[in-house]
């Protein structure tokens, strides 16, 4: 080879270099621009959601804690169940959010281990909240003695039972319940999951979520099927029954009585205006009857719509991350990926922001004491 001929060589040898390297370059940038725009655009969404799970349960707690048409026995555990969400919005998201963004785990094992306990602490006890809600609205609705004899320690036994349940289950890892890979993934694979130990799981999913969601899906059922019967109990006697059929009845004959009879008169008379008289009477108990089965059909909707509102947000946010959850730990070929369990756990948490939506939108107590401390809180 000349030396002409190794000096092409070279020429070109490196600009293809600096061609590959400019374009490397291009696309690192390219990259960390996406980073930033996608960083930025999830740290928004995250905030959002922390802020708003923080104003509306901080808006149940003001509106329960100053009206007196609100302080009763069965918001109490509305009360409490707005504590629990806000503890959600205030120890745990915060924390989870920094996760996300920054995708693993820098905080050391020990706040790891504490975080996933809040988690769990809070999760747990914000579910078992829906279920005693559950417990208190069916025995109200089959008791007619319920509400007038249950006294306030019973709602605050039931309180109490639920965040002494909901501790029992977050604890257990810190006492030793954890499989052997913890410490390895947290330090290691820098990720920060509760123990993922197949018996922990098994007993922590089915407390916190399955057991819960069959006994509200059963009791919210059962309210449903009573709440039916009683709009549809009408009338309420035999007797009444007997009375209406005979009325309709006579409605019936008064209509067939009226045509013959207008066929055969040419002329006006005071038969006439009798016959007129009982036509708009007839006519007027088939319109009330009308009205009272439409008004029947609207609140039959109404309940049907209330429940299944409340437990199809509640089986909505949380069935997909307690699926992956029990599947993780007993699947190895199963594992979700990073952004998909992410999505779920979150999912999960927005629960905590749409739960002061769902316990107190139903109720005009509610928002009548939300509109006062939001016109209260714009005048400042």
């Known amino acids: 080879m000349t030396m002409s001929n190794f000096s092409d060589v070279y020429d070109n040898l490196t600009f293809d270099t600096v061609l590959l390297f400019n374009g490397t370059e291009n696309n690192n940038s390219q990259d960390a621009a996406s980073n930033i725009v996608s960083t930025a655009a999830l740290s928004?969404?995250?905030?959002?959601?922390?802020?708003?799970?923080?104003?509306?349960?901080?808006?149940?707690?003001?509106?329960?804690?100053?009206?007196?048409?609100?302080?009763?026995?069965?918001?109490?555990?509305?009360?409490?169940?707005?504590?629990?969400?806000l503890l959600v919005a205030c120890l745990v998201m915060p924390l989870g959010a920094v996760y996300e963004v920054k995708r693993e785990w820098n905080l050391g094992k020990e706040l790891c281990d504490i975080w996933t306990s809040c988690?769990?602490?809070?999760?747990t006890a914000s579910i078992l909240h829906l279920v005693a809600i559950a417990v208190d609205r069916y025995w109200a609705v089959t008791d007619i003695d319920y509400v007038r004899q249950r006294q306030s320690w019973h709602v605050g036994l039931t309180i109490i039972i639920v965040w002494l349940v909901a501790l029992s289950v977050s604890v257990a890892p810190l006492i030793g319940w954890k499989d052997e890979h913890h410490e390895e993934r947290v330090l290691n694979e820098k990720r920060c999951l509760i123990s993922q130990d197949p018996g922990y799981q098994l007993f922590a999913t089915c407390a916190t979520f399955y057991v819960p969601l069959i006994v509200i899906l059963f009791l919210y059922w059962r309210i449903f099927r009573v709440a039916q019967k009683r709009i549809r109990r009408r009338p309420g006697t035999r007797a009444e029954s007997r009375l209406v059929s005979a009325t309709v009845m006579a409605s019936l004959v008064t209509e067939m009585t009226l045509i013959s009879t207008t066929t055969s008169s040419s002329h006006p008379s005071e038969a006439s205006r009798s016959e007129d008289?009982?036509?708009?009477?007839?006519?007027?108990?088939?319109?009330?009857?009308?009205?009272?089965?439409?008004?029947?059909s609207k609140r039959e909707r109404k309940a049907a719509r209330t429940l299944t509102v409340i437990t199809g947000v509640f089986v909505i946010c949380w069935l997909p991350f307690f699926i992956m959850a029990l599947l993780m730990p007993l699947c190895e070929d199963c594992q979700p990926s990073n952004a998909l369990f992410s999505f779920a756990l979150w999912l999960g948490y927005a629960n905590s922001m749409l739960n002061p939506v769902i316990y107190t939108v139903f109720s005009p107590d509610f928002r009548m004491a939300f509109k006062q401390i939001y016109l209260n809180s714009c005048r400042f």
């Not at 808006?59 to 707005?82: D, M, P």
């Not at 036509?279 to 009308?290: A, F, G, I, P, T």
């Open 119 to 123: 988690d769990v602490l809070c999760c």
């Open 277 to 296: 008289y009982l036509w708009d009477q007839s006519k007027e108990h088939v319109l009330k009857k009308r009205r009272r089965v439409n008004l029947r």
């Open 44 to 85: 928004t969404v995250l905030s959002l959601l922390i802020l708003f799970t923080i104003i509306g349960n901080v808006s149940v707690i003001i509106a329960i804690t100053r009206e007196k048409t609100l302080q009763t026995k069965g918001n109490c555990l509305v009360l409490s169940l707005a504590v629990a969400d």
